[in-house]
């Protein structure tokens, strides 16, 4: 029950942003600290751009309650500010300035998405900045072997959309990738994902896996290709520029 719930705590930071917590729905106690969340971005986004550009996030009350209602319903737990579309940096910049290392393609693919051509790509998203909300640990278990197209409808039932290459970039940053000096992720995924806010000028779907060695393998597939070892996250895009539900 909603009332169950504990409310926000406004403590925990000196600045006053304040801490969402709640509850999902197998019980997890699940925490966004807002000031937490703006620090680690704007480090983040401080090795690509050289400097900080996070501001403060004052969010309306409803769209507190959205995040609220996305981490009891799904369990979202992972929270990125992100800039808007047309100045985030690239997908390549991305993983040039992150050491973020690109393996081959997957053999059983044979798409075309390269780090070369990846700049060509589709991309729906704000103009302005907004904060992206989803889930950590990648491709949640019930999209797996399901096709592009029909993922995208199930979420889009949701309310919700796919991750877009630069937004799976950024969230994912250092922590579940090779870097150059040898470094090896904590574990290894061995389910892909499909990056279904990403799409080439033909129409594939960008799609994403962790290689043998750690490394980011960078492939596509048609809208209609399943996959038994690829699946999706879904992730909810709440734009700073709106007050919703106030």
């Given at each position: 029950m909603r009332e169950a719930y504990e409310k926000i705590d406004r403590s925990t930071d000196p600045a006053g942003e304040p801490a969402i917590i709640a509850r999902?729905?197998?019980g997890r106690r699940l925490v966004l600290d807002l000031g937490d969340v703006?620090?680690?971005?704007d480090a983040f986004y401080g090795v690509i751009e050289k400097k900080?550009?996070?501001p403060e996030l004052a969010?309306?009350?409803g769209q507190i309650d959205l995040i609220r209602e996305k981490m009891e319903v799904r369990g979202f737990d992972t929270l990125v500010w992100m800039q808007g579309r047309d100045r985030l940096p690239s997908a390549k910049e991305i993983i040039e300035?992150?050491?973020i290392e690109p393996d081959l393609i997957p053999p059983e693919f044979f798409g075309q998405a390269t780090v070369?051509?990846?700049g060509e790509l589709k991309e729906e998203r704000p103009a302005e900045a907004y904060l992206l909300l989803t889930k950590s640990g990648g491709a949640e278990a019930w999209t797996e072997g399901k096709d592009p197209a029909e993922i995208a409808a199930l979420f889009k039932h949701l309310g919700e959309s796919g991750l877009t290459l630069r937004e799976y970039l950024l969230i994912e940053g250092l922590?579940?990738?090779r870097s150059r000096s040898g470094q090896r992720p904590d574990s290894v995924r061995t389910i892909g994902e499909f990056l279904l806010g990403s799409s080439l000028p033909n129409g594939?779907?960008?799609?994403v896996s962790q290689g043998a060695a750690g490394g980011l393998s960078l492939t596509s597939a048609d809208r209609s290709m399943a996959h038994p070892s690829f699946g999706a996250r879904g992730a909810t895009v709440i734009p700073l520029a709106d007050k919703i539900r106030e």
């Open positions: 999902d729905r197998e703006r620090r680690r971005c900080g550009i996070v969010l309306s009350a300035k992150t050491i070369q051509n990846i922590a579940n990738w594939e779907i960008v799609a």
